[in-house]
């Protein structure tokens, strides 16, 4: 997934050692990689995208359901969470291509736009059945599969007798428990600065996944210009607005990938009306004049995490 992670755990069952766990998390992991990656030529996404036919492709369970959950988030986010966006992110250099770190022509954005929509990802209820209706149709995955991941780490702990434990890919979250202290997991929400690492709040978060995105880790700059790496569909252009960062919570860290990922192209007033109408707890760090402001879904508020 081309990050790090890391999994804390307060007690352990007798029968395990942290290096059996970490060898099965490890089997885990490569094969959400294997399943999901656009990074792996081989892997069973990548395969997909490189099939040109329209016909039903029967494909594992765990892709099905990924791709179930990216179309029930596009759906409710009326397309701006889109996991055919791939041929546009590619386009702007922030695929699996090295970085162009130059803006592309017009032309190519409109061209790359007619052949994205998640409408055109068609799976069969229930059956591991998945088609494009078009040959050039591309999956990326990279919005919400990192989140799967998440889970299926937290899955395999609960199968081992792990009840209270922490796990965290590239910065996306699920938490069960409460950690060594008895007391429920303190996570740290960045301040979105690339400069310096700050912490802006603390969670104190129990029995829950948490995702954040922010534009100001992967992007590129021209003549003062800041590119991010998430693009709005509406214009096929990196977002442009004062969102920093958003940090979802949510019952799987899958869903709460996706949401993230949508909040961030919303901005920040759409993405707060959005989160409001579908009672999500979502928490917003706003570029102002005087550094950040702070807002905060009434979901949010009420599930009552902050600590400081």
Do not use: C
Not at 248 to 253: A, Y
Not at 282 to 298: C, Q, V, Y
């Amino acid at each position: 997934m081309g990050t790090s992670y890391s999994i804390k755990a307060s007690t352990l069952p007798d029968s395990l050692t942290p290096t059996e766990i970490n060898r099965q998390v490890k089997e885990v992991l490569g094969k959400v990689n294997g399943q999901m990656s656009t990074y792996q030529k081989d892997s069973e996404l990548s395969l997909f995208n490189q099939n040109t036919s329209t016909d039903w492709v029967s494909v594992s369970p765990e892709l099905y359901e990924v791709i179930k959950e990216a179309l029930k988030i596009s759906r409710l986010s009326n397309g701006l969470f889109d996991v055919t966006v791939g041929p546009l992110v590619n386009l702007w250099g922030f695929g699996p291509q090295e970085m162009s770190l130059s803006p592309p022509d017009d032309t190519l954005i409109k061209e790359k736009l007619n052949q994205i929509g998640y409408k055109h990802l068609i799976i069969k209820d229930d059956r591991f059945f998945v088609k494009k209706d078009f040959p050039e149709l591309y999956v990326d995955l990279s919005g919400i599969a990192k989140g799967y991941g998440v889970d299926q780490v937290a899955l395999l702990l609960e199968r081992l007798g792990v009840i209270n434990y922490m796990v965290e890919i590239g910065g996306e979250i699920r938490v069960k428990g409460k950690n060594n202290q008895g007391q429920p997991w303190q996570i740290a929400v960045e301040k979105p600065t690339a400069e310096k690492r700050m912490i802006e709040k603390i969670l104190a978060i129990s029995d829950t996944g948490m995702a954040t995105s922010g534009d100001y880790r992967n992007y590129f700059e021209v003549d003062g210009v800041r590119f991010s790496h998430t693009i709005d569909l509406r214009t096929g252009r990196p977002i442009n607005h004062k969102l920093a960062s958003v940090t979802v919570l949510s019952e799987t860290s899958m869903e709460a990938d996706g949401l993230a990922t949508a909040f961030m192209v919303l901005g920040p007033d759409e993405g707060y009306k959005f989160a409001e109408q579908n009672h999500i707890p979502a928490f917003f760090i706003i570029k102002s004049d005087k550094g950040f402001d702070e807002l905060m879904s009434t979901a949010f508020i009420e599930s009552k995490k902050v600590t400081k």
